[in-house]
């Protein structure tokens, strides 16, 4: 079950369960769509894969199965991935 968690990783934004603005990337990276579009350039600085809009969970659900509250910033920004050197962080599965 996805997160959902509750902000971008990259700029701190707030982006709750029903937020429209809200991407991720294949292992659940979250992000605004204006970084990804912006300082990103549509790849994730995590993993190097794209985004795709995250899904809606019912608000009938969220008492069930609520959103994580556990906020995700990037230490030292956000820096696309294909700038980083191996030294600074990037993935193991990219090594």
């Not at 970084?35 to 809009?53: D, I, K, Y």
């Not at 906020?71 to 030294?87: E, F, H, N, Q, Y």
């Amino acid at each position: 079950m996805l997160e959902l968690r509750p902000n971008c990783e990259c700029c701190d934004k707030d982006l709750p369960p029903a937020s429209l603005e809200a991407v991720i990337c294949t292992f659940e990276c979250t992000f605004c769509k204006s970084c990804t579009s912006g300082v990103l350039a549509n790849q994730c600085p995590n993993c190097g894969g794209n985004f795709s809009p995250r899904p809606i969970r019912p608000a009938s659900l969220l008492g069930k199965y609520p959103a994580s509250t556990q906020r995700v910033v990037k230490a030292g920004g956000c820096t696309p991935l294909a700038r980083l050197p191996l030294s600074q962080g990037r993935p193991w599965y990219l090594s």
